[in-house]
């Protein structure tokens, strides 16, 4: 596929991998829309560097766990744009705790962010995609979500992940070919979600890495624009983790 004029809407695109990639689509000629929850700044920021580039973009605020806000999100793509080619379901946020720390409410902060929010935007870009007779969808799995690497740590963003690979291939299976379904699921990225992590504990995630360095948003970014260029990935998952899963798969310590 070619991405120039194609339309792109990024959920969770005010920062790190999400921000990065609505520009890099925009330097590929796209037309963006920008979503974000709460980082208005960011957002703005995105549509900044999106213009600096020639190309189009929008921000649609919202949380895009709820089922309404997911519809007004795709309304008004289809009133400015007219059309969506490519949904990137890149919102998430990992709340952390053990088990033991954990209550429903918890479970379902996990879920809502990283996995309802794939759901009910997927459903809505598959009524569309559909109706014009094709499009791509990119979820944003996590290496926490792949057997064995799930940790106990963020139990339930890691079960939240794992959620999102199932659901991709098995969406994958049921649309294609029509619609493309994959996902990419990052190592340990260098996004502000570690801002909150002192440098031991960031020395301990570079350590966890085979590359010995922590993956720049860029190389998470070359990831989704190979899945929506290529057109014979169809519920694959990339996996671009520097390594941390040969290292650090099976056993924890
Ligand atoms: N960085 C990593 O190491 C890493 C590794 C594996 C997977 N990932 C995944 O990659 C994706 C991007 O992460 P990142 O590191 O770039 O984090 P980030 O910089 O914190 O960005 C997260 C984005 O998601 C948005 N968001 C979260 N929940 C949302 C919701 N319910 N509705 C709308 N927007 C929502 C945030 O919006 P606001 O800030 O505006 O509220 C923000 O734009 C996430 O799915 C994350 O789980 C990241």
Not at 58 to 66: A, C, T
């Amino acid at each position: 596929m070619q991405l120039k004029n194609k339309v792109v809407v990024i959920t969770g695109s005010s920062s790190g991998i999400g921000q990065n990639t609505a520009i890099a689509f925009a330097k590929e000629g796209s037309k963006l829309v920008v979503n974000y929850k709460t980082n208005k700044n960011g957002a703005e920021e995105t549509l900044r560097q999106i213009k600096k580039t020639g190309s189009q973009g929008l921000i649609f605020q919202g949380d895009v766990s709820d089922e309404n806000t997911v519809k007004r999100l795709f309304k008004k793509t289809l009133e400015v744009f007219k059309k969506v080619d490519i949904l990137i379901n890149n919102a998430g946020w990992p709340t952390p705790g053990y088990l033991e720390e954990t209550n429903k409410n918890h479970w379902l902060a996990n879920f809502n962010d990283n996995f309802f929010t794939t759901v009910l935007c997927s459903k809505e870009a598959v009524t569309i995609m559909k109706k014009q007779g094709g499009g791509k969808i990119i979820n944003t799995a996590s290496i926490m979500g792949i057997d064995y690497g799930g940790r106990e740590g963020v139990i339930a963003y890691s079960a939240a992940k794992a959620a999102v690979i199932n659901f991709t291939k098995t969406l994958a299976k049921q649309v294609a070919p029509t619609i493309l379904v994959n996902a990419v699921a990052p190592g340990r990225t260098q996004t502000p979600y570690y801002d909150q992590f002192d440098k031991k504990t960031i020395k301990y995630f570079i350590d966890a890495n085979p590359i010995g360095r922590m993956i720049n948003p860029e190389e998470i970014t070359e990831a989704f624009l190979f899945i929506a260029k290529n057109d014979a990935l169809v519920g694959s998952v990339v996996t671009v983790d520097g390594g941390y899963m040969l290292k650090f798969g099976k056993s924890f310590k």
